[in-house]
């Protein structure tokens, strides 16, 4: 998900291939579907105002790992080791060196069921010194719950240390589930967390479905959380990815809309984001806008939106200065768009103004985006079948 030092204020068994090919990647708009499922259908428009019509762009891409299976996040370490763990519980590492080996750890308590299992993983900001690796998972105990891990120094294990939160909601079919994790450089960890399509769970502060989290290593409320509570923020439907914006405390959630409106937003401290689908009918309502300002005036509005239909937007980083005129965009992976999503953000961060699509249908569905050192990106893409790879997304 990110590379392994971030500011606080900045930004099966698989085998490693050598082929490299370039893109030429090209926006269009069509019809949509469910955020999660695979699907041929094309993707949506560019939504919110302020957003330009998209534009194409170029990439080149390398195959790192193949003969995946719903590789849901990836972490690189400061030795160039990447990891990866498929929504089975299985944890794969491509050592530095190109060997492809599993990393031996107990995941029997991953409970992988819809779109549910094992999921968000990320390195302590402090991991060349203490091998902590948080995950997310769903687990056998019924909830999701985030854990802290220690890694061998060879990678051959990991092993659970302790639970750092505990009581997400676990829904029966495992839907919206997405549970993505971001360390930040104080060592604290922020966390989005689904809504399990229960319509009271956005709007309930009691419940932890539906939120941006905010914890200490140990799992105690960090800043900003409403008192006695680990909820930074709340009225999200199913977000799937957390980004510091690189030299700024501006901090980027990306989540999944119900058939139309996947969006971005700025997490704020106790903001409520205005999802709720509970209209009083006992069902859950995905008729209602994402951001309901008529029932919530006090929502956040979105920064950018995918308008109809939903792109399914995953995962979420920003581009370095190695990628040239689009240094500083936003990047999110999106899963029925089969693409990455550039987005230029104005110079208060709240609006958009350019947005330049990459790797259209080239790969099939893109899950999480990982920076690495030089800049390039680390995405996993999502289609199923043995058939998923860990890529290297570099500029042309």
């Not at 939160?165 to 967390?193: Q, Y």
């Not at 977000?239 to 969006?263: C, K, M, N, S, W």
């Not at 956040?300 to 200065?321: E, M, N, Q, R, Y």
């Amino acid at each position: 998900m990110r590379f392994p030092t971030i500011p606080a204020g900045g930004g099966r068994a698989a085998v490693a291939t050598a082929t490299t090919a370039a893109f030429l990647l090209v926006a269009a708009c069509g019809n949509g579907s469910s955020d999660t499922s695979p699907t041929s259908a094309s993707p949506g428009a560019s939504g919110s105002a302020g957003s330009a019509t998209p534009t194409s762009g170029e990439a080149r891409v390398t195959d790192v790992m193949t003969g995946l299976d719903h590789p849901w996040d990836v972490a690189i370490d400061g030795d160039g080791n990447i990891v990866t763990g498929e929504r089975s519980g299985r944890i794969m590492m491509r050592h530095n060196d190109g060997r492809v080996a599993q990393v031996q750890a107990d995941t029997s308590g991953v409970d992988a069921k819809g779109e549910a299992g094992f999921m968000g993983l990320a390195l302590a900001d402090d991991f060349a010194q203490s091998r902590s690796v948080y995950t997310c998972f769903a687990s056998t105990a019924g909830d999701v719950r985030v854990v802290r891990w220690t890694a061998a120094a060879d990678w051959s294990s990991m092993r659970q240390v302790a639970d750092v939160v505990t009581g997400i909601p676990l829904g029966s079919s495992g839907r919206h589930s997405g549970c993505r994790i971001l360390p930040a450089a104080d060592g604290t960890l922020f966390v989005s967390t689904g809504d399990t399509a229960n319509p009271t769970a956005p709007q309930d502060l009691k419940n932890l479905g539906g939120k941006v989290l905010h914890v200490n290593a140990d799992g105690t409320p960090a800043a900003g959380t409403f008192e006695g509570s680990i909820v930074y923020d709340y009225g999200h439907r199913n977000p799937q990815g957390l980004a510091f914006a690189p030299g700024t405390d501006r901090l980027y959630v990306t989540e999944h809309g119900p058939d139309i409106d996947d969006e971005l937003n700025q997490v704020l401290p106790q903001a409520n984001y205005g999802w709720d689908p509970n209209t009083g009918s006992g069902s859950y309502d995905e008729s209602v806008p994402m951001t309901d300002t008529d029932r919530h005036p006090g929502s956040t509005p979105a920064i950018w939106s995918s308008g109809d239909p939903t792109l399914a937007i995953s995962d979420v980083d920003f581009l370095g200065p190695a990628w040239g005129r689009y240094s500083g965009m936003v990047v999110m992976g999106a899963l029925k768009a089969k693409r990455l999503v550039l987005l230029r953000l104005g110079a208060d961060g709240t609006t958009t103004t350019e947005r330049v699509d990459l790797l259209d249908d080239a790969e099939g569905r893109l899950r999480s985006i990982t920076p690495m050192p030089d800049g390039s990106l680390l995405v996993t893409t999502d289609n199923g079948g043995g058939q998923d790879k860990v890529l290297k997304v570099s500029p042309a």
